[in-house]
């Protein structure tokens, strides 16, 4: 398996989906799914401070990924010199589809599964909210109010 840093911008579209979520906490029908209903409270509180937020995710992606290539100066991803992280800025970004936040999601968490990675608080909140993501995706789709309740 590889590893490689995520494009900020991949954890931009998460940041600006949970922010999204939190603004329409609520509504119905809703774009996401409700955070405070989520077993990990945590994941809502961090996404109040988007910024933090986004910095803590690319800390922890260069983390597993360190872990991973032990040593390497220059990881594969958007980390450039070895020494210091690239300049994270978060900016929000309105109307990523849906499908587009849980795929980059799932990308990113992919590229955060070495090394004590897994265990952290973190990740173990955007694995809940990308649980709860697919089941919200799923359970507005056109074929599943199609379906019986049965």
Not at 14 to 38: C, H, N, W
Not at 72 to 82: H, I, K, M, Q, S
């Amino acid at each position: 398996m590889s590893a490689y840093v995520v494009d900020p911008k991949v954890i931009n579209q998460i940041v600006s989906a949970l922010q999204i979520a939190i603004q329409r906490e609520g509504a119905y029908p809703s774009t996401y799914p409700d955070l405070r209903y989520m077993d990990n409270k945590n994941l809502r509180d961090m996404a109040e401070e988007p910024a933090e937020l986004g910095r803590a995710m690319y800390a922890m992606n260069i983390n597993a990924v360190e872990q991973r290539y032990p040593g390497d100066r220059e990881l594969p991803g958007t980390y450039t010199d070895g020494e210091n992280l690239d300049v994270y800025k978060y900016r929000f970004i309105l109307d990523t589809p849906q499908m587009q936040v849980y795929k980059s999601l799932q990308c990113y968490l992919y590229q955060c599964t070495e090394g004590d990675v897994l265990g952290l608080p973190l990740y173990k909140a955007l694995k809940e909210f990308q649980g709860e993501l697919a089941a919200h995706i799923v359970e507005h789709s056109p074929d599943y109010e199609k379906a019986v309740w049965a």
